[in-house]
């Protein structure tokens, strides 16, 4: 199971650090991904962490601003959000699979939680 928390109303060029929290697993062998779909569009994803290589993704759009860390013990994954943008409006999903690699068919899912930037 995943759960993600940390969503909220935040000012342009404001920061939020979402958090995304497993049980019954442990992150550090999953490959991790950070999606997020916005009112009308289509999930996209945002970050990519491959349990092979560690080495992470980052969309073009987030790109400077958007950045992934875990706390271990925690067995938690974060994704910090720096400068935030009225486009980064959405709700954003944590994913897990045991495959390196990051797609909309992975293996477990959070319910979300709404990011909303706006003044």
């Known amino acids: 199971q995943l759960v993600e928390s940390g969503g909220g109303l935040v000012q342009p060029g404001g920061s939020l650090r979402l958090s995304c929290a497993a049980s019954?697993?442990?992150?550090?062998?999953?490959?991790l991904g950070w999606y997020r779909q916005a009112p009308g569009k289509e999930r996209e994803g945002v970050t990519c962490?491959?349990?092979?290589?560690?080495?992470?993704w980052i969309a073009d759009s987030v790109k400077g601003r958007f950045t992934v860390s875990r706390d271990t013990a925690k067995n938690t994954v974060y994704l910090q959000m720096n400068n935030l943008k009225p486009d980064d409006t959405a709700v954003y999903y944590c994913?897990?699979?045991?495959?390196?690699?990051?797609?909309?068919?992975?293996?477990?899912w959070g319910k979300g939680t709404l990011v909303t930037v706006s003044s």
């Open positions: 994913a897990a699979d045991p495959v390196p690699h990051c797609s909309d068919g992975m293996n477990y």
């Open positions: 019954g697993f442990t992150l550090d062998y999953y490959t």
């Open positions: 962490t491959s349990n092979s290589g560690g080495s992470t």
